[in-house]
């Protein structure tokens, strides 16, 4: 049976566009794997340990929490399967301190500033979040509604963060600010009455006040600028996994990935007051 030759130049056509694609894919894919620590490895940082509602468990293998579903989903984007994804374990300061780092990107609520892109780089925002001021109901600081009541209490947060910054920025209390090694350091010392009140993100706050704290309660959220913090995938200086990072997120941004993974892992505001 004779064949057209418009018949054999549409096959063709659709042929070379599929080999076209593949290897686009492929070299897309083999560069940025051949620009990772260990090559054909995607290796992630998260803290030690990495806490609910980010992290279930302090397992971040497992996929479960909001920030290890975001990993993955990067690690897809990038091209990586779940297998070649490899996580290693920093404090909250190593990761955002100049110098080599051990993971192609970190993700422990690294609100994106200035003075931090200093030592490295950040990806476009994963998520954006307000600041909350977190007590017991046995604290004295449970009766307070505004920012001038908080101003004669003892305040803490965790040491480097955007929480304990906001202590001083947006509260100035008439006691310095206690600093802590970890946010878990921060609710020991509200639940042992070393300090009244402590500060946290919004999702960490609403999970401590309610399952981690006994007679956790919220006072409120500190009021921000036109946004509130946004966090970024924290990358070495200059990492040539920026720009493929952020494409990724950028990407689960614009497909409503994001949006349903934080509807999934985080709770919503649910109600808490802006304080005055």
């Known amino acids: ?7 054999i130049w549409k096959t063709l056509a659709a042929t070379a566009a599929v080999l076209v694609a593949t290897s686009l894919s492929a070299c897309s894919s083999g560069s940025i794997a051949g620009d990772t620590i260990t090559e054909g490895k995607l290796t992630i940082g998260t803290g030690n340990p ?10 971040p293998e497992a996929g479960e929490g909001f920030e290890a579903a975001v990993a993955y989903a990067v690690a897809e984007k990038l091209g ?10 920093t404090t909250f300061d190593e990761a955002i301190a100049p110098g080599a780092k051990n993971f192609d990107f970190n993700l422990q609520q690294y609100s994106i500033t200035e003075e931090r892109k200093a030592n490295v780089d950040f990806s476009s925002a994963y998520y954006e979040t307000a600041q909350v001021v977190v007590t017991t109901e046995s604290s004295p ?9 908080l101003q004669g209490y003892l305040i803490g947060a965790a040491t480097g963060t955007t929480s304990f ?4 920025s ?52 500190l009021p921000t600028a036109a946004k ?26 614009a497909d409503g990935t994001l949006a349903k993974l934080e ?14």
């Open 263 to 276: 509807e999934k892992w985080l709770t919503a505001d649910a109600g808490v007051p802006v304080l005055n």
């Open 165 to 168: 910054d906001a202590i001083g």
């Open 170 to 221: 947006v509260i100035n209390p008439t006691q310095a600010a206690l600093a802590f090694n970890s946010n878990d350091d921060a609710k020991a010392a509200l639940t042992n009455g070393q300090v009244d009140a402590i500060v946290l993100d919004l999702p960490t706050a609403l999970y401590a006040s309610c399952c981690e704290l006994t007679g956790g309660k919220i006072i409120g959220q």
């Open 50 to 59: 990495a806490y609910s509602p980010w992290v279930l468990n302090d397992a």
């Open 1 to 7: 049976m004779a064949i057209s030759r418009k018949a």
């Open 228 to 253: 509130g913090d946004q966090f970024g995938l924290v990358l070495d200086k200059g990492s040539k996994l920026t720009a493929a990072v952020t494409k990724a997120l950028d990407d689960l941004r």
């Open 80 to 89: 990586f399967e779940a297998a070649d994804v490899v996580w290693v374990r």
């Open 141 to 149: 600081a449970a009766s307070a509604t505004s920012i001038a009541d």
